[in-house]
């Protein structure tokens, strides 16, 4: 019988299963709460449609914008201090405002706690950037896709967990109860997690272009183009959330249940990246993360092209699974094309800056999707993603062309 020796395993790979599994409990706790948010805030007064659907909107959104503001303060700071105290930092300030935002009874203290939360996420992109800053180059892309297989498993069991609470002790205690996991996920890194910081002190006479993050990195063009990817992938993957349901609904003639099969639709592609991300990672290791990139690119064009075509939710379950496959040769390659990228010294920084494009990518994404539907028809929000892939790929390989270390990629 083979024995799995923790002690001797290395250190580095200790912090990745730590840290994959406080990703998981993190994405678990942030999807616990927010599919109820609507029903949530329609308990605090007696809101119009109108009003509930822009409160519910602005709730959602105001987290991520202050996320997009502050991850480069955060990520600056990381580089100086070490990823660990701000994995720490991240854990327990969602912890406490977790446990705020159910408390909340007033819309506009609930939109200020949110705000304050996304001033305090990261838990994500520093768990990144610290296993960037450790794992051998040539297990660089598994680990990525180990680290996303843990944040995209947690989206899923989420909101099943929040629902049987809600359904039980009230919407608050899922709030709640991303407080206490989100304590959990703290402690599990404060204890378990070591980093070997060695802070890369800067001189003082050193010139702005010294002191900046990107000047540091081995080839400018690729780390924007990455950044890209990660506003435009998560832009295009949120921009069906506000209409699959009412295009499920078109496509049963009302024949059926809308609200399970739209569930069996929307966590389709996260269990697809969970099955396919470390495994198209490790393919990246071994034959390059570009390569990877690139195919995952062509692949998610064709199918959401292909999707605008669907005639019944069947095939409409094919392509959303197929789209999974293709994230998960996206994130986690263009997370390990970063990593190639950037020195420990800005690594922090790099990550934190690309948590800014994601941000911002969540926020466009649903705009977009509900703008096309309203003015267009739900097919042609899959055309829009279609385009805005066949963008990126264009953006990527120019990016690859221009960039002068294309070894490190």
């Not at 840290?19 to 998981?24: I, S, V």
């Not at 960037?132 to 899923?156: C, F, H, Y």
């Not at 592609?269 to 990672?281: D, Q, V, W």
Request: aromatic letters at 12%; charged letters at 10%.
């Amino acid at each position: 019988m083979i024995k799995l020796n923790i002690k001797e395993m290395p250190q580095w790979r200790k912090n990745l299963y730590v840290l994959a599994f406080g990703d998981f409990v993190s994405g678990t706790g942030f999807s616990m709460s927010l599919p109820f948010l609507p029903l949530f805030i329609s308990q605090m007064a007696h809101f119009t449609n109108v009003q509930l659907t822009f409160y519910s909107g602005l709730a959602y959104a105001i987290a991520f914008v202050s996320q997009a503001i502050v991850s480069p303060l955060w990520g600056k700071l990381a580089d100086r201090t070490g990823r660990k105290p701000m994995i720490l930092r991240s854990a327990f300030g969602m912890c406490i405002t977790g446990f705020l935002c159910g408390l909340a009874h007033n819309i506009w203290i609930l939109i200020f706690w949110r705000f304050v939360y996304g001033c305090f996420s990261g838990y994500n992109s520093n768990s990144q950037a610290l296993v960037a800053s450790e794992v051998p180059s040539d297990q660089g892309g598994k680990a990525m896709g180990i680290l996303t297989t843990g944040r995209v498993g947690g989206q899923l069991i989420g909101p099943i967990i929040g629902g049987m609470i809600a359904g039980v002790w009230g919407y608050r205690m899922t709030f709640y109860l991303f407080g206490i996991i989100m304590f959990i996920a703290g402690i599990l890194a404060l204890v378990f997690v070591k980093e070997e910081f060695t802070p890369h002190e800067v001189a003082k006479n050193a010139s702005r272009k010294e002191k900046s993050a990107l000047a540091q990195v081995n080839s400018l063009p690729i780390v924007i183009a990455m950044f890209i990817t990660a506003m435009l992938v998560n832009a295009v993957t949120k921009s069906i959330n506000p209409v699959i349901s009412l295009f499920v609904r078109q496509l049963l003639h009302g024949h059926g249940s809308v609200s399970v099969v739209s569930g069996i639709i929307t966590a389709l592609p996260g269990f697809a990246t969970i099955m396919a991300a470390h495994r198209l990672g490790d393919l990246g290791d071994r034959i390059g993360a570009r390569k990877v990139l690139v195919a995952g690119l062509i692949f998610s064009g064709c199918v959401f092209f292909a999707t605008s075509w669907v005639g019944n939710v069947y095939t409409l379950g094919i392509c959303r699974f197929l789209i999974g496959i293709s994230d998960a040769a996206l994130l986690p390659l263009a997370q390990t094309v970063l990593m190639n990228n950037a020195p420990d010294a800005v690594v922090s920084r790099v990550f934190s800056y690309m948590q800014s494009f994601q941000a911002i990518g969540s926020i466009i994404g649903p705009m977009l999707g509900s703008v096309i539907a309203g003015h267009f028809s739900y097919p042609d929000v899959f055309v829009m993603t279609a385009i805005l892939a066949a963008i990126n790929l264009l953006i990527v390989l120019i990016s690859f062309k221009m960039g002068n270390n294309k070894k490190n990629a």
